[in-house]
């Protein structure tokens, strides 16, 4: 158990909604990665949040969004949902903001019909 | 260009065995170089974390190495057990903290 735990664990949702995937990070932790993992693409960074701030972007979508909240809580959403949008969403969380070990939490795992 | 390459895709061996994996980048500006383990439906767990000053760091059976001249690293388990078995995936991050992942390596250890 990495102490990062992710909500839910599974959603299944159709084309065109909109979710919403919540982490929280390791007590101390001030940082919250999220990743993409398709079948076909691998693990791909998304977006970091350091302390309530934007702090690196990936391969993020215009229809995704992420924030950090003031108890360091993180959520990701995604609108006009695609069916290649299914895939294991992983959030880590590191104490730093840069060159910290990441643990990561068990994932969500998002279906698209 | 700011690429991450793992070899092989694959790997099938024996308990007991020793192997190397590989992994070779074109990321630039380096920042460090991860390795993590990841079991099948769970999230990555860390392995080593090296920046451009370190060629060795070792993590009980696992040793990884850096060569960033050549722009080279490998993982190399010692004495594999079956739980071994997973995928292991290099991340090269770039001094913006903007991270670049290989495809991984599978890697299976047969009785």
């Known amino acids: 158990d990495s102490g990062v735990t992710q909500t839910p664990k599974h959603l299944i949702t159709a084309t065109g909604q909109r979710v919403t995937l919540r982490c929280s990070p390791r007590?101390?932790?001030?940082?919250v990665y999220w990743y993409q993992q398709s079948l076909d693409q691998g693990l791909q960074f998304l977006i970091q949040?350091?302390?309530?701030?934007?702090?690196a972007k990936g391969n993020i979508l215009e229809r995704f969004s992420a924030q950090q909240f003031p108890d360091l809580h993180s959520e990701l959403n995604l609108s006009s949902l695609e069916l290649g949008d299914s895939a294991l969403y992983f959030c880590?969380?590191?104490?730093?903001?840069?060159?910290?070990?990441?643990?990561f939490g068990p994932g969500t795992r998002l279906t698209v019909l | 260009k700011n690429q991450v390459e793992q070899s092989p895709q694959s790997l099938i061996i024996l308990e007991g065995k020793n192997c190397t994996l590989q992994?070779?980048?074109?990321?630039?500006?380096?920042?460090?170089l991860r390795w993590y383990k990841q079991d099948t439906g769970r999230g990555p767990v860390s392995l080593t974390i090296?920046?451009?000053?370190?060629n060795t760091k070792s993590n009980g059976r696992y040793t990884a190495t850096l060569d960033a001249d050549t722009k080279q690293s490998s993982l190399h388990i010692t004495a594999s057990q079956l739980s071994d078995s997973a995928s292991y995936i290099c991340?090269?991050?770039?001094?913006?903290?903007?991270?670049?992942f290989g495809a991984g390596t599978r890697l299976t250890v047969k009785p």
């Open positions: 880590a969380s590191s104490v730093g903001a840069a060159y910290n070990e990441q643990f």
């Open positions: 007590s101390g932790d001030l940082s």
């Open positions: 949040y350091y302390n309530g701030e934007e702090r």
């Open positions: 992994c070779n980048y074109t990321v630039s500006p380096f920042s460090n």
């Open positions: 090296m920046t451009f000053s370190e």
């Open positions: 991340v090269v991050s770039r001094s913006n903290n903007d991270m670049r």
